[in-house]
C-alpha cells in the first residue's frame, strides 16, 4: 500500500513538471515574437524589441523557464501584464470562487447521480431505467452554455426568480442558493450524464457476478445482498470516475463563468488568453493542473484504501 | 448425421458440425457478408433511440448541404428596419440586432459545425489508432513515454487547452480542426491501446508470429479488424464530443468570427440582447441542442448493438 | 416416467425431480434445455448427475435452488425437497431455505467469493441470518467451521480477504459456508473443474471426509466420469436435456445400458491406455442444437443400433433390473457394442536418433516488481525426431514459458535452446524461414487461436502462403483442399468465420494451420483442455495419425496425465521450474518414482475402482517461484521429506529403469518405501481397458 501511495507521488510530481514544460513551452514559445502580438502590427521594431527586452523574453529558453519555475515554487508568480496586480493573490482568489461554484455543484449532484445510477441498474431493462439511461445520455451531450443560455432565458428572463449574472454569494444560504444555482445547473447535468452512467454499469457488473450468485443463494435477504455485497464493490469505479469529473467540472467552469459573469478561474482563464497576458495564463493553468492532479491522487488514496486486493495486496 | 456402420471408410469422416453452436455468435458468422450488413441494420433500426437521433442527425446534415435552396432570407443580410422584432409570419425566429432573419442563420449555422467536428473527428481517429496500436502492440520504453505524455497532456481539460492554444495561434476554422484533433488523439489512443492489450495475449497474435509476420502486418491485418467496433463507437462518440467543443470554442470568442451564422457564435453575440431579445439566443441553443443530442443518441445505440 | 422404476417411497427422498422441463428464451422463440427429466435423491446419498457442455446440468443445478436466468422457462414438472414443491414456494419461503436447508458449493471460488468482505465473515453471515446468532457468536462459529474443513490455523484466514487465500483454500471456504447449517441438501456444481490436479484430489478427500460428519444428500454435478464415480453412490448421465441412464454408479460404470453412456467411456483415455495398445473411439457427429426439437431418440443420430424405431418414438426410461434404468429400446444389445474402427491400435515406430529439440539447461526469467520470477530453473531435455515428448504439471511449473521458448516466442535468459540443429530465438524465429517451417505450435483456446475476422480460407491460405514456395493460388488452393482432407474438415467451412465452427473444428483448423509448411516439430500446448470429452478423442486421434503419417516429433503440453500417458513416448515431469522426472512414458507412471509423480497419479480420479491405490498427500500450498524453496525444490511438500539433506543440497538424479528422476532417495531405496505404504496390491497396475469389448 505504502509503495503504490509512493509510486502514484512520484508520477504526480513527474506528471506536474511535464506540465508545467508544456504550459510554458505552449505560452511562450508559439506566439513567437511575444512583443508583436501585444503591440500589434503597427508598432515599429524598436517599440518590439525594447517591450521584449522589458519582458526577458529575448533570454534564452531555458533560462526563461527556470526562472520562471523557481519562481512559481517559491512562490513569487510575477504580475498581470494586463492589470498590473501581483498574479498569485488574483489567481488564488478567483480560484477560490471557483471551488465554491464547483464545490456545491458536486455536493448536490453526485449522491443523487449514484442514487439514479444503483436505481437504473437494479431496473435493468425495464422502463425506469431506459428513462435514466437516456435522460443521463441526452444531458451529456448539451454543452454547457447551451443549457446556461435556455435556463437564463426562462428563469432569469421570463420568470425573473434568478439575477441573469451571478455574483459571489455571502454565507447566507438563500443567497447562495439565488447567486449559484443557475449558473452550477449546466455543470450539475453533465456531470449527472457521467456519474449516473458509470454506477449503472459497475452496479449492474457485480448484480451478474458469481458473488452475487453466491449472496443470494446464501438465503440472505435482498436488502442485504444489495447494501453489504452490490454497494461497496459497484461504487469503487464510480470514484475513480469523479476525479475525472473535476477535470471537466473546470473546463465547464470556464463557460459557465463567462456566460454568468462569475468571477472565478475559468473566466481568468480565457480573459488572459484573449488577451495575451502570459503570467496571469501561465500561473492559472498550471494552478488547475495541480488541482486536477492532486484530486487525481486523492481519489487513487480513496481508491486504494477501499479496495482490498490493493490494501492487502499479496 | 448418420454413419454408415456399413462402410468402413465413412466412419472416418467424423465431422463435429455446427449445428451444436447455440447463440448469435455462431449465426452471425455462418451469415455471408450481406446477410450480417441486413442483420445489422435491423438491430439498429429495432432502437427506437437510435432512430430518433439519426433522423435528426440526417436532417441537419441536409440542412448543412442544402441550406440555400430553401433558406427565406440570405443570412447576412441586414435589414436596419426590423431590428431586434420578435418571431412573426415574416421572421418565424424574429431578428437579431441587425435584422437578420435569425431562422435562416439558424439554418445557414449548420455548415461550419458539421465541416469542423467530423474533420477533427477524422484527424483524432486516425492519430489515435496509429498511437493507440504502436503503444498498444509494441509496449516497452515507447509505450511508457507515450502514455506519461499523454496522461501529462490530459493532466487539465479540453477547453483549458483549446484556450491556450488557439489565444496563440490564433482563431481559424483549420485552428479549431486541429487543435481538436490533436487533443483527441491521446484520447482515442487510450481507447484503442485497452483494447489492443486485450486483443494480443490471444493466441492468433502468437500463430501470425510464428508465421513471421511483420510487427506492422500483425497490428493492421490481424489486430485492426477485431476491434473495430470499439473504435466505431469511439468514433461517434467523439463526434459528439467534437461538436460539442467546436461549439463552445466558437461561444468563446475562440473558433469563427462575425457575420458567420455559427451557433456558438450566434449565442454569444446575443447574449448581450439578452433580456430584450431572447430568441437571439434561444433557437440557435436549440439548434445545437438537438444535433448533439441526436449524435449521442446514435452512439449509444450503436454501442448498443456493438455490444451484443 | 419414473413409473418404471417405483425406487423407494416418497418419505425417503431427500430431493425428488419430477417430469423437469425448463427452457430459455432467446429472441421470441423457447429454446427446450431440460426436456421431462426425473430423478430421486434418498437421505444421506449422494448423485452424480453427469453429461458434456450444453446438456443442462448446471440448468439442473440452478432450478434445484431455483435460481434461473430472467429468461429461463419452467415449461413443466416439479421439484419436491422437503415436503415443498421449490417451483412453487413463496419468495420468502424459498429464501429461508437457501444457505440453510440447501446449499451450493461452485466452480470458481474465487470468483465465488465476495472480494471486499473477508472470508470469516461471508461464513459468519450464514450463522447470523439463519441461526439469529450475534456478531461474536457467529465469527467463533466461522472458525470452527473452518477447522472442520481442514484450512490450517483458521484463526488468521478467517481474518484474510479471499484474494489472498490459494484456489484450494478458497474452496474450502465456499464448503464451509455451505456446510454452515447442516443443511438438508448439497449440491457442487463442477467444484474443482479448474483446480490442478494434487487440489482437486485434496478437496475431494475433503468431501468424503464431511460425508461421515454430514449426513447432507449431495447432487454432484460434473462432466468428470472418475470424480462421479469415486464420490456418488449414484449416478444419471445427461444427454441433450434428457436423462438416458441412471443407476448405482459403480455399476454404470462398469456395464453401462445405454449406447452413448458406453461411448463416452470408450472415449476418455484411462489411466493405462496407450495409443499403441488400444485408441480411444470417439464419437461420430456432435451435440443436437440447443433447443432443437427432435422426434425420437436424442442420440438416434449418433447412435451406432439407432433403427428407424428410435428416430420416430422417444425411449421411456425402461427399467434394466438392480434399479437401473436405461432410455433406450435396444438397452439388452448394449454390451455388445464392438469398438470401432477407430480403436485399432496404432501403428507406432520407434523414432530416429536424429534429435530435433535440444534444450541444455534452460532458463527462463521475468522481471515483475514482486521479484524475479524464474519460471523455468535449468531443464534439460531432448526430443528425437518421430517421438512425443510429453509434458506434465500443474500451473505455476514452468511448462507454457518453456514452450514459447521453444518455439521462438520468447527468448530464453540463458542455457540452448536448439531446434532442428540451429539455436532457436525471437530474431531467429522472424528471420529464419526454414526454422519456421520447421517448428509450429497448436495452441489450447480454440476461440482466439484463430482470428475471428478471418475466413477458414484467409486463415489456410496466409500460412501456407508464408510458409511454403508455392508459387500460384492454384497451388495453394490445392495445397489447401489437401490439408482439409488431412484434417477431416469439409471443404465447405472455407468461406466462413471460426465462430461458426465448433470447437473440435476450429481445432482441426488450428492443426491444419500447424501443418501448413509441412514442420518437423508441432508444440501442442493443451491442444485438447478446451474441448468436450467426445470431442476429445477425436483430435487425439487425428493427431496420433498425422504424427504417424508425416514423422512428426511432438512436444505435447498438458496437465491431463491419462491423455499424456495415452499420447506420449517420452514424458517430462515439471515442478517449479525444474524437471523433476523424465523417461520412457509407462517407465516414469509404472510404478512412478519422484514422490511428486507419484503423488499426481495418485490424484487422478480413476474408473478403475479395483485398482488400490494409496492416495498421497501433498503437504502445505504451492510455493511461490519468486522465493522457490532451497536445495530441492519440492521438499517443503514432499511426503517423503528426508530432512536437511532435502533443505540444503540440491538433489543428484537418480537412474531407474526406463527414467530418471532428481531426488536424494535412489531407486533400491525407493521401492521398499512404496511397497510398504500399500502390501497387498501388485506393483505394476492393470491396463484399465474399462468395459470388456465384444470378442
Known amino acids: 500500500m505504502r509503495r503504490f501511495l509512493l509510486t502514484r507521488l512520484a508520477l504526480t510530481i513527474v506528471t506536474l513538471v511535464l506540465v508545467s514544460i508544456l504550459v510554458f513551452g505552449v505560452a511562450e514559445v508559439l506566439p513567437g515574437d511575444v512583443g508583436r502580438t501585444i503591440l500589434g502590427p503597427f508598432a515599429s521594431n524598436e517599440q518590439v524589441a525594447r517591450l521584449n527586452h522589458e519582458l526577458g523574453v529575448d533570454r534564452p529558453l531555458l533560462v526563461r523557464y527556470v526562472d520562471w519555475i523557481s519562481g512559481f515554487v517559491r512562490g513569487d508568480w510575477g504580475e498581470s501584464a494586463l492589470l498590473n496586480v501581483p498574479v498569485r493573490p488574483l489567481v488564488l482568489d478567483r480560484l477560490a470562487n471557483s471551488l465554491i461554484l464547483g464545490a456545491f455543484a458536486l455536493v448536490l449532484i453526485v449522491p443523487f447521480s449514484i442514487f439514479m445510477g444503483v436505481i437504473a441498474a437494479l431496473k435493468y431493462g425495464r422502463a425506469t431505467d431506459r428513462v435514466i439511461s437516456v435522460t443521463g445520455l441526452s444531458l451529456i451531450a448539451l454543452p454547457e452554455f447551451v443549457a446556461g443560455v435556455l435556463l437564463l432565458v426562462v428563469f432569469a428572463v421570463k420568470l425573473g426568480w434568478f439575477p441573469v449574472s451571478s455574483s459571489v454569494p455571502s454565507a447566507n444560504p438563500v443567497d447562495i442558493f439565488r447567486q449559484l444555482l443557475l449558473p452550477s445547473i449546466p455543470l450539475m447535468l453533465v456531470l449527472f450524464g457521467y456519474i449516473s452512467r458509470m454506477a449503472r454499469a459497475g452496479t449492474v457488473e457485480v448484480l451478474q457476478s458469481d458473488y452475487t450468485r453466491t449472496a443470494m443463494l446464501k438465503g440472505l435477504p435482498r436488502r442485504t445482498v444489495i447494501w453489504r455485497h452490490v454497494l461497496r464493490n459497484s461504487l469503487l469505479p464510480t470514484i475513480s470516475v469523479v476525479s475525472v469529473q473535476i477535470g471537466y467540472l473546470v473546463g465547464g467552469l470556464v463557460v459557465v463563468e463567462k456566460l454568468f459573469n462569475y468571477p472565478g478561474v475559468g473566466k481568468l482563464v480565457l480573459d488572459s488568453a484573449i488577451g495575451h497576458d502570459l503570467p496571469v495564463l501561465e500561473a492559472t493553468v498550471l494552478m488547475i493542473a495541480v488541482l486536477y492532479m492532486v484530486s487525481n491522487l486523492v481519489a487513487d488514496l480513496l481508491y486504494g484504501i477501499l479496495n482490498p486486493r490493493v490494501r492487502f495486496a499479496r | 448425421m448418420v454413419v454408415d456402420r456399413s462402410d468402413p471408410t465413412s466412419a472416418l469422416t467424423v465431422t463435429d458440425a455446427a449445428p451444436g453452436v447455440a447463440g448469435l455468435q455462431g449465426e452471425?458468422?455462418?451469415?455471408?457478408?450481406?446477410?450480417?450488413?441486413?442483420?445489422?441494420?435491423?438491430?439498429?433500426?429495432?432502437?427506437?433511440?437510435?432512430?430518433?437521433?439519426?433522423?435528426?442527425?440526417?436532417?441537419?446534415?441536409?440542412?448543412?448541404?442544402?441550406?440555400?435552396?430553401?433558406?427565406?432570407?440570405?443570412?447576412?443580410?441586414?435589414?436596419?428596419?426590423?431590428?431586434?422584432?420578435g418571431p412573426s409570419r415574416s421572421h418565424l425566429f424574429g431578428t437579431d440586432d441587425l435584422g437578420r432573419d435569425v431562422f435562416s442563420r439558424v439554418l445557414a449555422g449548420?455548415?461550419?459545425?458539421?465541416?469542423?467536428?467530423?474533420?477533427?473527428?477524422?484527424?483524432?481517429?486516425?492519430?489515435?489508432?496509429?498511437?493507440?496500436?504502436?503503444?498498444?502492440?509494441?509496449?516497452?520504453?515507447?509505450?511508457?513515454?507515450?502514455?506519461?505524455?499523454?496522461?501529462?497532456a490530459l493532466a487539465f481539460p479540453l477547453i483549458i487547452i483549446a484556450v491556450l492554444v488557439l489565444s496563440v495561434l490564433g482563431q481559424s476554422t483549420w485552428n479549431v480542426v486541429v487543435v481538436i484533433g490533436i487533443v483527441f488523439t491521446p484520447l482515442v489512443a487510450r481507447t484503442v491501446r485497452?483494447?489492443?492489450?486485450?486483443?494480443?495475449?490471444?493466441?492468433?497474435?502468437?500463430?501470425?508470429?510464428?508465421?513471421?509476420?511483420?510487427?506492422?502486418?500483425?497490428?493492421?491485418?490481424?489486430?485492426?479488424?477485431?476491434?473495430?467496433?470499439?473504435?466505431?463507437?469511439?468514433?461517434?462518440?467523439?463526434?459528439?464530443?467534437?461538436?460539442?467543443?467546436?461549439?463552445?470554442?466558437?461561444?468563446?470568442?475562440?473558433?469563427?468570427?462575425?457575420?458567420?451564422?455559427?451557433?456558438?457564435?450566434?449565442?454569444?453575440s446575443g447574449l448581450a440582447f439578452l433580456q430584450i431579445a431572447p430568441w437571439m439566443v434561444l433557437f440557435p441553443a436549440l439548434a445545437l441542442a438537438t444535433l448533439v443530442v441526436a449524435v449521442n443518441l446514435v452512439a449509444d445505440g450503436l454501442k448498443q448493438v456493438v455490444e451484443e | 416416467m419414473t413409473a418404471a422404476i417405483a425406487p423407494v417411497r416418497e418419505e425417503t427422498l431427500a430431493l425428488e425431480v419430477e417430469n423437469l422441463r425448463i427452457g430459455y428464451k432467446r429472441r421470441g422463440r423457447v429454446l427446450r434445455v431440460i426436456d421431462d427429466v426425473s430423478f430421486g435423491i434418498r437421505r444421506g446419498e449422494a448423485f452424480g448427475l453427469v453429461g458434456e457442455s450444453g446438456c443442462g446440468k448446471s440448468t439442473i443445478a440452478m432450478a434445484v435452488m431455483r435460481y434461473l436466468a430472467p429468461n429461463a422457462v419452467v415449461e413443466g414438472g416439479r421439484i419436491a425437497f422437503g415436503g415443498d414443491d421449490v417451483l412453487t414456494l413463496g419468495d420468502e419461503q424459498l429464501r429461508r431455505l437457501r444457505g440453510d436447508r440447501m446449499a451450493m458449493v461452485y466452480q470458481d471460488p474465487n470468483s465465488s467469493l465476495n472480494p471486499s468482505i473477508r472470508v470469516g465473515d461471508q461464513i459468519a453471515e450464514v450463522y447470523r441470518h439463519h441461526r439469529a446468532m450475534d456478531k461474536a457468536q457467529a465469527r467463533e462459529a466461522a472458525c470452527l467451521m473452518l477447522e472442520k474443513v481442514h484450512v490450517s490455523d483458521p484463526a488468521r484466514v478467517v481474518r484474510r480477504y479471499p484474494h489472498e487465500l490459494s484456489g484450494g483454500q478458497q474452496q474450502r471456504v465456499v464448503i464451509a459456508m455451505a456446510l454452515a447449517t447442516d443443511p438438508d441438501l448439497l449440491v457442487l456444481d463442477e467444484p474443482t473443474t479448474g483446480l490442478d490436479a494434487t487440489v482437486e484430489a485434496e478437496v475431494l478427500d475433503l468431501v468424503e471426509q464431511l460425508r461421515?460428519?454430514?449426513?447432507?444428500?449431495?447432487?454432484?454435478?460434473?462432466?468428470?466420469?472418475?470424480?462421479?464415480?469415486?464420490?456418488?453412490?449414484?449416478?444419471?448421465?445427461?444427454?441433450?436435456?434428457?436423462?438416458?441412464?441412471?443407476?448405482?454408479?459403480?455399476?454404470?460404470?462398469?456395464?453401462?445400458?445405454?449406447?452413448?453412456?458406453?461411448?463416452?467411456?470408450?472415449?476418455?483415455?484411462?489411466?493405462?491406455?496407450?495409443?499403441?495398445?488400444?485408441?480411444?473411439?470417439?464419437?461420430?457427429?456432435?451435440?443436437?442444437?440447443?433447443?432443437?426439437?427432435?422426434?425420437?431418440?436424442?442420440?438416434?443420430?449418433?447412435?451406432?443400433?439407432?433403427?428407424?424405431?428410435?428416430?420416430?418414438?422417444?425411449?421411456?426410461?425402461?427399467?434394466?433390473?438392480?434399479?437401473?434404468?436405461?432410455?433406450?429400446?435396444?438397452?439388452?444389445?448394449?454390451?455388445?457394442?464392438?469398438?470401432?474402427?477407430?480403436?485399432?491400435?496404432?501403428?507406432?515406430?520407434?523414432?530416429?536418433?536424429?534429435?530435433?529439440?535440444?534444450?541444455?539447461d534452460c532458463m527462463k526469467t521475468y522481471r515483475s516488481s514482486g521479484g524475479d520470477v524464474t519460471a523455468v530453473a535449468g531443464v534439460s531435455f531432448a526430443v528425437k525426431r518421430g517421438e512425443i515428448f510429453g509434458l506434465v504439471g500443474e500451473s505455476g511449473c514452468g511448462k507454457s514459458s518453456l514452450a514459447r521458448t521453444i518455439v521462438g516466442l520468447t527468448d530464453s535468459t540463458s542455457g540452448v535452446v536448439e531446434v532442428d540443429g540451429k539455436p532457436m530465438?525471437?530474431?531467429?524465429?522472424?528471420?529464419?524461414?526454414?526454422?519456421?517451417?520447421?517448428?509450429?505450435?497448436?495452441?489450447?483456446?480454440?476461440?482466439?487461436?484463430?482470428?475471428?475476422?478471418?475466413?477458414?480460407?484467409?486463415?489456410?491460405?496466409?500460412?501456407?502462403?508464408?510458409?511454403?514456395?508455392?508459387?500460384?493460388?492454384?497451388?495453394?488452393?490445392?495445397?489447401?483442399?489437401?490439408?482439409?482432407?488431412?484434417?477431416?474438415?469439409?471443404?465447405?467451412?472455407?468461406?466462413?468465420?471460426?465462430?461458426?465452427?465448433?470447437?473440435?473444428?476450429?481445432?482441426?483448423?488450428?492443426?491444419?494451420?500447424?501443418?501448413?509448411?509441412?514442420?518437423?516439430?508441432?508444440?501442442?500446448?493443451?491442444?485438447?483442455?478446451?474441448?468436450?470429452?467426445?470431442?476429445?478423442?477425436?483430435?487425439?486421434?487425428?493427431?496420433?495419425?498425422?504424427?504417424?503419417?508425416?514423422?512428426?516429433?511432438?512436444?505435447?503440453?498438458?496437465?491431463?496425465?491419462?491423455?499424456?500417458?495415452?499420447?506420449?513416448?517420452?514424458?517430462?515431469?515439471?515442478?517449479?521450474?525444474?524437471?523433476?522426472?523424465?523417461g520412457d512414458a509407462e517407465a516414469v507412471f509404472n510404478p512412478p518414482h519422484h514422490p511428486y509423480t507419484e503423488a499426481l497419479v495418485s490424484a487422478i480420479p480413476t474408473l478403475d475402482l479395483d485398482a488400490a491405490r494409496p492416495r498421497v498427500k501433498l503437504e502445505g500450498p504451492l510455493p511461490s517461484p519468486i522465493d522457490p524453496p532451497t536445495g530441492c525444490r519440492f521438499h517443503t511438500r514432499c511426503p517423503r521429506f528426508l530432512g536437511d539433506v532435502c533443505v540444503n543440497e540440491r538433489p543428484p538424479w537418480q537412474q531407474a529403469n526406463g527414467n530418471a528422476y532428481r531426488c536424494h532417495i535412489p531407486p533400491d531405496e525407493l521401492e521398499p518405501l512404496q511397497l510398504a505404504a500399500r502390501p497387498d496390491a501388485t506393483r505394476k497396475e492393470g491396463n484399465g481397458a474399462g468395459p470388456a469389448p465384444a470378442a
Not at chain 2, 493507440?132 to 505524455?149: A, E, H, K, S, W
Open chain 2, 28 to 85: 452471425f458468422a455462418r451469415l455471408g457478408r450481406r446477410g450480417r450488413a441486413a442483420l445489422f441494420g435491423r438491430a439498429l433500426l429495432g432502437s427506437k433511440a437510435f432512430l430518433v437521433g439519426a433522423v435528426i442527425v440526417v436532417w441537419w446534415i441536409f440542412d448543412a448541404i442544402f441550406w440555400r435552396l430553401f433558406v427565406p432570407y440570405e443570412p447576412t443580410a441586414v435589414d436596419p428596419g426590423a431590428t431586434l422584432a
Open chain 3, 212 to 360: 461421515d460428519e454430514f449426513d447432507a444428500s449431495i447432487l454432484f454435478i460434473s462432466h468428470n466420469l472418475g470424480i462421479v464415480s469415486r464420490i456418488c453412490e449414484r449416478m444419471g448421465v445427461l444427454y441433450a436435456g434428457r436423462l438416458v441412464e441412471h443407476g448405482p454408479a459403480r455399476q454404470v460404470f462398469s456395464d453401462p445400458r445405454h449406447p452413448y453412456t458406453l461411448a463416452l467411456l470408450r472415449c476418455v483415455p484411462r489411466l493405462g491406455m496407450r495409443k499403441d495398445t488400444l485408441r480411444l473411439d470417439p464419437i461420430p457427429g456432435s451435440l443436437p442444437a440447443l433447443g432443437a426439437e427432435i422426434a425420437g431418440c436424442v442420440y438416434a443420430d449418433r447412435c451406432p443400433i439407432a433403427r428407424d424405431r428410435c428416430r420416430t418414438d422417444p425411449p421411456p426410461l425402461y427399467d434394466v433390473g438392480d434399479l437401473r434404468a436405461a432410455a433406450c429400446h435396444f438397452h439388452v444389445e448394449v454390451p455388445g457394442i464392438p469398438p470401432s474402427e477407430e480403436t485399432r491400435p496404432a501403428d507406432v515406430v520407434p523414432a530416429d536418433d536424429e534429435v530435433l529439440v535440444r534444450v541444455e
Open chain 3, 425 to 582: 530465438s525471437q530474431r531467429r524465429q522472424q528471420r529464419d524461414r526454414a526454422l519456421r517451417r520447421a517448428v509450429q505450435m497448436v495452441f489450447q483456446n480454440p476461440d482466439t487461436a484463430l482470428n475471428p475476422r478471418h475466413t477458414i480460407r484467409n486463415i489456410l491460405g496466409r500460412s501456407l502462403k508464408r510458409l511454403t514456395d508455392l508459387g500460384s493460388r492454384r497451388e495453394r488452393q490445392e495445397a489447401m483442399d489437401e490439408l482439409a482432407t488431412a484434417v477431416r474438415l469439409e471443404h465447405r467451412y472455407f468461406d466462413v468465420r471460426p465462430a461458426a465452427l465448433s470447437g473440435g473444428l476450429k481445432q482441426r483448423v488450428s492443426i491444419a494451420r500447424a501443418f501448413a509448411g509441412t514442420p518437423k516439430i508441432v508444440l501442442c500446448d493443451e491442444p485438447v483442455s478446451a474441448l468436450d470429452v467426445s470431442v476429445q478423442a477425436a483430435i487425439l486421434n487425428l493427431l496420433i495419425e498425422l504424427q504417424l503419417r508425416e514423422r512428426v516429433s511432438y512436444v505435447f503440453i498438458s496437465h491431463d496425465l491419462a491423455v499424456v500417458r495415452y499420447l506420449a513416448d517420452r514424458i517430462g515431469v515439471m515442478y517449479l521450474g525444474w524437471l523433476v522426472d523424465i
Open chain 2, 194 to 268: 485497452s483494447a489492443v492489450l486485450a486483443e494480443r495475449e490471444h493466441e492468433y497474435v502468437a500463430a501470425a508470429k510464428l508465421r513471421g509476420e511483420s510487427g506492422l502486418y500483425i497490428m493492421f491485418a490481424e489486430i485492426l479488424p477485431n476491434i473495430s467496433g470499439p473504435i466505431a463507437v469511439e468514433a461517434t462518440v467523439r463526434l459528439g464530443y467534437a461538436i460539442f467543443t467546436a461549439a463552445t470554442l466558437s461561444f468563446l470568442g475562440l473558433g469563427l468570427q462575425p457575420p458567420s451564422p455559427d451557433w456558438g457564435l450566434s449565442v454569444a
Open chain 2, 110 to 152: 449548420a455548415t461550419s459545425v458539421l465541416t469542423v467536428a467530423p474533420a477533427a473527428t477524422a484527424l483524432g481517429i486516425a492519430g489515435g489508432i496509429t498511437v493507440g496500436l504502436v503503444t498498444g502492440y509494441y509496449r516497452g520504453i515507447v509505450d511508457n513515454v507515450l502514455m506519461r505524455l499523454v496522461d501529462a
